[in-house]
């Protein structure tokens, strides 16, 4: 069994509270993500489940244990760095297998385990190199194995590929999950990435300034993101954010004016009660505008740049003072124009208040 179970746990530096109680359930072979922009305290709890950093308060628990007090080396977790740390004058093949020869592990099953592993990540052929003989990809696969052969009961994985160039990092992103797949090990992984918490993660956990903001599958975040902090961290490109204030309420409605452009009303359910007035942001994904006229409002645009990708393009464009990206079909925006009419639909837009809380 290698769930985990963080409760209410507490990191403090000196006198300043890094994590503010994490609560946090991993089940058996689960692989979650966390993610969150830089100091918001994401590897400080990786280094706490590791056992690389003191616990303040609160309880882990791996595999129905509480390791607070257990021994990194004890705790049945193997960790890949995004500096490989491998040692330049041992071979791959010494590489893998040195952390078994220490624990005195009987050399047969050391060999089996070392072959084992090379296979699954083929790098058998590379054995007798030493690390500055491998390119980048191929010593962070090397890290991985060493991980690997330890047969942990949970991998950490902190950013392991920002080191790699972006077609290697695709590579290794889909070996990392084809990994997963195989071995079945429960995984935590940190990242800055985007595309490797949605691709990879079972769950995400976005943190910010060490509290966490919301737990879900990638698709949960997405469609239905917790506030504007989330909807702004999740989804590339990201969400745009138009300024606007409440110009009528129904009852369950609101009708909204963008601060650009006050022709442009909206009329959008509202679960709670919100004033005319009520200064808000309506939120809308890149991929969710609509051609003109079919949306539930229009918008006209000023075209900044147009990248044409062939299958899609990526406006970038301004509203008043308000920047924002618009992607569309290519054939809806195809040729050099300056300005551009599209349409919002209701139905794919979001509503924040003043202070980021989801209206709808
Ligand atoms: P990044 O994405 O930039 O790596 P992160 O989310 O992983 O950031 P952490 O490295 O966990 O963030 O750091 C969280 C906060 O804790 C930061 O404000 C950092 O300055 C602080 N911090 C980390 N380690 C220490 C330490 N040893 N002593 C004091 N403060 C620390």
Same mark, same amino acid.
């Given at each position: 069994m290698a769930e985990l179970s963080l409760s209410n746990i507490v990191k403090r530096f000196g006198g300043f509270e890094i994590i503010h109680g994490a609560n946090l359930e991993v089940k058996d072979g689960e692989f979650v993500v966390f993610v969150g922009p830089s100091g918001c305290g994401k590897s400080t709890l990786l280094r706490m489940i590791a056992g690389l950093e003191d616990i303040t308060s609160g309880e882990l628990q791996i595999g129905g244990r509480v390791v607070n007090d257990v021994e *990194?080396?004890? /705790? $049945? !977790?193997a960790m890949v760095f995004q500096s490989y740390a491998l040692y330049p004058h041992l071979t791959v093949e010494e590489n893998l297998s040195f952390g078994l020869r220490m624990n005195g592990n009987p050399k047969a099953d050391t060999e089996r385990r070392v072959r084992h592993v090379a296979e699954i990540l083929q790098i058998?052929?590379?054995? &007798?190199?030493? *690390? &500055? =003989?491998?390119? $980048? $990809? =191929? #010593?962070?696969?090397?890290? !991985?194995? /060493?991980? !690997?052969? #330890?047969? *942990?009961?949970?991998?950490?994985?902190?950013? *392991? +590929?920002?080191? +790699?160039?972006?077609?290697? #990092?695709?590579q290794m992103r889909?070996? !990392?999950?084809r990994l997963h797949k195989q071995l079945g090990t429960t995984m935590i992984y940190v990242t800055h990435d985007q595309t490797e918490a949605m691709t990879l993660a079972d769950r995400i956990v976005v943190l910010r300034a060490g509290n966490i903001e919301q737990i879900g599958a990638p698709l949960d975040l997405y469609d239905d993101p917790a506030n504007q902090f989330v909807a702004g961290f999740v989804g590339s490109p990201k969400m745009n954010f138009l300024k606007a204030v409440v110009v009528e309420t129904q009852p369950g409605r609101a009708v909204i004016a963008l601060e650009s452009d006050t022709k442009t009303r909206l009329t959008l359910p509202v679960a709670d009660p919100i004033e005319a007035g009520a200064k808000v942001t309506l939120g809308i994904r890149p991929e969710h505008f609509v051609d003109a006229d079919t949306g539930d409002a229009d918008l006209a645009v000023t075209i900044d740049v147009a990248e044409h990708l062939g299958n899609t393009s990526y406006i970038y464009a301004t509203i008043g003072p308000e920047q924002l990206i618009i992607e569309r079909p290519e054939s809806r925006v195809a040729g050099n124009r300056d300005t551009l009419t599209v349409g919002l639909p209701a139905s794919r837009s979001f509503l924040f208040d003043g202070a980021g809380k989801r209206l709808r």
């Open positions: *990194p080396a004890d /705790r $049945g !977790i058998t052929e590379l054995m &007798k190199r030493r *690390p &500055k =003989q491998l390119s $980048g $990809g =191929q #010593r962070q696969r090397v890290a !991985i194995g /060493r991980a !690997i052969v #330890r047969e *942990p009961q949970v991998f950490l994985f902190d950013e *392991p +590929l920002s080191n +790699l160039d972006a077609e290697l #990092r695709v889909v070996e !990392i999950s």
